[in-house]
């Protein structure tokens, strides 16, 4: 089947259509937090919530058979000043000319949201607490500099959640989480001291869910209203159904499968209403939705082409929300992006094959949409059929960027040592762009980005930034008087150890904050173990509660400079430290012999133990350290080399490297080799990203490499794709996703964006349109290097 003129055409309005800025839900939450002055805040949260059902636009498109947007635009972005305020203040202005992300803002929102909105806000965000109570000192390397990030963490919504379909959404619907909770709060008692938070709790739920129904009513009511004025017969039909449909979802439920798609929506919309989330995954979707499917075909009561066809409508309902963030967080996370993660095949819990029919739909809709959401996700595992691996292989060979594919069993075992259980350990689905997670988890998998290659600068310039001459880290003596490698790599252990010091004290700080003004009952609505507890996320209701990820930026540059360092220098004795110090500080100009010794050095990602063994004492180090802290929960913090947009940023405030690499240059991703580095086969990078030890890293680790497109054309060229891929999980790998359009393609929509509007392209850990991206970060994407043979 290709995309019916449908699907085409809500497709074409999703590609040429800006993101537009709404302000509807932040009223609605405004003029509901004044009217609830004084009450517990988890309370003044589900309030607002259902206040914000009863209250946005209800707009159904033309075409639509699966409804609902969070506000008045078809492609809307909302604000969230409970989170931060001061940010938008300061930016809404350039919103539509900003170089990355850019928002469609009338002058009249503007003036509305400045004199109606951020006014009730001063002084009550998150933002404004984090920022008060943290100090100059962490202020200084660890606030919008690009050495170490956490704001996402400060100025937006938390997300990182994949709701419990399978215990607690599809089998209760909103009327059943309902009723749970009142007869839990007939089982309390105001007058028992450690009941009262529980009814709070449980009061709030009461408000998630009766917002959930209203939402859906309303749905249902403009549907029956927009039937009795359409005049085309099979529009009118369509209509009564989508009224029936909203009638009993999400009340109820699902009984079929386009009712269970139209739930699964109604879900991560009011997750969208809730905070905006970043990373709010659907999960594990063909082991939930199978069962719905094979009923209903078993009835007579659908086909495939039919049931594609409601799962071409989900895919392009993700992708119509835009993430609304700072120009600084969307320097880390460019394109649009907001990681909703859905994840396919694997195994299920008692070991056998967990592929289905959904599982290869997914696949389908994915290569005919060529949305950038939602993000998919394969896991395979060694027996997995070989129709899966290659519909996978496949879907690679379109050059989108998708699937990111993942280790099965590396997966499990990331989660096995944060001690999960077995049987959820074995369900696990993937979170963000490529971090191991569970429906049952409480966890920031994108708390604090940190760069290696900062704390080798701040080594080797006496604790200052190379480009601004300030002391940002911990004062170092004079590089020139560095006598041996040892003592190189004790100045580097010195500064990321003060990195890492300041990104736990941020986060540690957030989660004060969040605990005590960023209750989450929605989310928590989705979480078997909050609702019996009657506890909310933030208090550690969940199952698992998983310490903040850190997230490594700049293995391969850091390791690369180390190794030309050990070998020019120390081992050759070619050039002295100093010589080094004078050339990355003059960007190379004027050294340019010394640049091209340093280029020829041995380079990660080409299965070299020189240069490979040097970042695997890195990585090392950088689990010891991080996970020697615990946060506020009492969890230790976790390590990640995952893959946004992070090594563009990270690299633009940072002078040159040793490595050859000239200053405000990018850095690089995950254990990915470094632009341009990876000279040898792909086999050879896959070699050298697989000395890592993946299962200790349980944020996750991802490898980001190109392909030539005439290695993936032809079957027997898939298979042999497929047979690596094996190999690498075999020996310990995690992920992999690959990037195959060729630079001519690349360039051309560089020069004519008109004509590549859909064009897909793999950022990170995520896809995103093309021409949806900064030029900085499309030049980056072309300068990987291409692997011509496997």
Request: glycine share 8%; hydrophobic share 35%; charged share 25%.
């Amino acid at each position: 089947m290709t995309m019916t003129k449908r699907i085409e055409k809500i497709r074409d309005n999703y590609v040429n259509t800006k993101p537009h800025i709404s302000y509807e839900r932040a009223w609605s939450w405004t003029k509901s937090f004044k009217e609830s002055e004084g009450l517990p805040h988890i309370l003044r949260v589900g309030k607002a919530f259902k206040a914000t059902c009863e209250e946005i636009s209800v707009n159904i498109w033309e075409g639509e058979l699966i409804v609902g947007t969070s506000g008045e635009f078809r492609k809307t972005a909302i604000l969230t000043p409970e989170f931060g305020w001061q940010w938008i203040d300061e930016e809404i202005d350039t919103f539509p000319e900003r170089k990355q992300d850019p928002y469609d803002v009338t002058r009249g929102q503007v003036q509305f949201i400045r004199e109606n909105i951020f006014p009730y806000w001063k002084g009550k965000s998150v933002e404004e607490a984090f920022l008060v109570r943290t100090s100059d000192e962490t202020k200084k390397i660890g606030v919008d500099t690009g050495f170490l990030d956490t704001d996402s963490k400060w100025r937006n919504g938390i997300g990182e959640i994949s709701p419990d379909y399978i215990d607690v959404l599809l089998p209760k619907g909103y009327a059943g989480i309902k009723k749970d909770a009142e007869m839990h709060l007939a089982q309390l008692d105001e007058a028992v001291a450690e009941d009262k938070k529980k009814i709070d709790f449980y009061k709030s739920i009461v408000l998630i869910a009766e917002g959930m129904m209203i939402l859906g009513s309303r749905y249902a009511e403009k549907a029956r209203e927009m039937a009795t004025e359409e005049t085309d017969p099979l529009r009118k039909k369509e209509l009564e159904e989508i009224a029936e449909i909203c009638t009993h979802v999400p009340a109820n439920p699902p009984k079929n499968f386009r009712e269970a798609i139209q739930f699964v929506w109604f879900v991560q919309l009011g997750g969208i209403l809730s905070e905006n989330p970043l990373a709010w995954n659907p999960g594990r979707f063909d082991q939930y939705m199978y069962p719905y499917y094979e009923a209903d075909l078993k009835a007579g009561a659908i086909d495939y082409d039919t049931a594609l066809e409601y799962v071409q409508c989900l895919w392009l309902k993700y992708s119509e929300w835009a993430w609304t963030i700072s120009k600084n967080t969307a320097s880390f996370f460019a394109g649009y992006t907001n990681f909703e993660n859905l994840t396919i095949g694997g195994t299920k819990v008692d070991g056998t094959d967990a592929t289905n029919a959904i599982s290869y739909m997914a696949i389908q809709a994915t290569k005919e949409c060529m949305t950038h959401q939602p993000t998919l996700s394969c896991r395979i595992h060694p027996d997995c059929p070989t129709e899966f691996m290659e519909a996978v292989t496949e879907l690679v060979s379109t050059g989108c960027g998708f699937p990111a594919i993942h280790g099965d069993r590396t997966g499990y075992q990331m989660l096995s040592n944060l001690n999960y259980e077995p049987e959820d350990a074995k369900d696990w689905n993937n979170c963000g762009c490529v971090v191991p997670h569970s429906r049952k988890t409480f966890q920031w998998t994108s708390a604090a980005s940190i760069s290696f290659a900062a704390a080798l600068e701040f080594a080797l310039n006496e604790g200052k930034s190379r480009l601004s001459g300030q002391s940002v880290s911990l004062h170092e003596k004079d590089p020139k008087t560095f006598t041996s490698f040892d003592e190189v790599m004790a100045a580097w252990k010195k500064q990321f150890k003060y990195m890492v010091k300041q990104g736990v004290i941020s986060l540690i700080t957030a989660q004060e904050i969040h605990r005590e003004i960023g209750h989450r009952p929605f989310m928590s609505a989705c979480n078997e173990s909050c609702l019996e507890k009657g506890q909310d996320l933030v208090d550690g209701g969940a199952k698992y509660n998983i310490g903040p990820v850190f997230t490594g930026v700049g293995l391969s540059v850091t390791a690369n400079s180390l190794a030309v360092i050990k070998k020019l220098v120390f081992d050759q004795g070619k050039y002295t430290l100093s010589d080094m110090i004078d050339a990355i500080n003059a960007d190379w100009e004027g050294y340019e012999n010394l640049r091209q010794e340093a280029l020829a050095c041995p380079k990660y990602g080409n299965d070299d133990a020189y240069v490979d063994a040097i970042a695997k004492s890195l990585e090392s180090f950088f689990y010891d350290e991080v996970t020697a802290h615990k946060d506020l929960y009492g969890n230790r913090f976790v390590t990640a080399f995952m893959g946004i947009s992070n090594y563009l940023p990270t690299g633009k405030v940072l002078g040159a490297t040793p490595d050859g690499r000239y200053a405000k240059d990018p850095i690089s991703e995950g254990v990915s080799p470094y632009t341009g580095t990876d000279t040898s086969t792909c086999l050879a990078a896959l070699r050298s990203a697989a000395k890592m030890e993946h299962d200790i890293h349980s944020g996750g680790t991802l490898l980001n490499l190109r392909l030539n497109q005439d290695l993936v054309k032809t079957k027997r060229g898939r298979s042999n794709l497929g047979a690596m891929l094996q190999s690498y999980f075999a020996i310990g790998g995690f992920h992999v996703q690959f990037n195959c359009i060729s630079n001519d393609v690349l360039l051309d929509a560089q020069k004519h964006p008109e004509k590549y509007r859909s064009l897909l392209v793999r950022v990170a850990g995520y896809s995103a349109q093309f021409t949806n991206l900064s030029k900085e970060m499309q030049d980056s994407i072309m300068a990987r290097n291409v692997h011509e043979a496997f």
